[in-house]
């Protein structure tokens, strides 16, 4: 070995830290100088906000969803019809999960920071979504083994380079204190997006497309799993994971979404 080349090995880690430091101290300088310069905007009404991405004005036009709602699907009730009463869709239709809950509805500031956290990479948003979805789910949180974010595609998730779900149980887990298991649900078949599809066509889309892997099965048998997502709407998504997870032997699957669509009768 050279030994004039010896004493450059140690030096190499301290620069590369240093260097390494460096990048993101002028990263952080960046960008503040970017938010004194662009200040934050409402997502919905585009007026400068400070805080996370939604003014007072617009917060104020969030339906927030409170009882009396469906003990069974969380659909809010008109007036209190009593205790344990379930609503037509319970009924008619139950799902395999067993509960669900949701923070708001659907309407158009929902829709509007959904669409943002989804599509257009804002990521900032998902801390104020997720703690208002840990206030909505506090009786399924309580007792649950494990939150599980709806799984992409990995083609899907290569093009988005992050999951909504996933970033929404992130913020669910620190609020509650429930972990966060995305790899025991996974997608193994890619669907087409389900905006356009029929109740229908939305199941027959979904079927057969998520699966628990072998090696993990055991840890979903005998579980309470809390399901995460950004909306309900036919509940077709929802249910085909709820259905993965109890062939795998889960004791009980609920749903925790941040908006759910509510038919006005």
Known sequence: MDADAAPTRPIAAPLRAAWTAGRHAMSHVAKLAL?????????????????????????SRLSFIERPYCPRLGIPFVYDPGPDMLSMEAIASPPAYQRARAAVRYDDVARTLVHALKYQDRTDLAPAMGRWMARAGGELLDGADMLVPVPLHWRRAWRRRYNQSGALAQIIARQSGVKVRAEVLRRVRATEQQIGLSRAQRATNVQGAFQVSPDRQSEVQGRRIVLVDDVLTSGATLDACARALLRAKAAQVDVLVFARVVETR
């Open 35 to 59: 938010d004194i310069a662009l200040p934050t905007l409402c997502v919905s009404c585009r007026e400068p906000v400070d805080g996370e991405g939604v003014c007072a004005a617009c917060w």
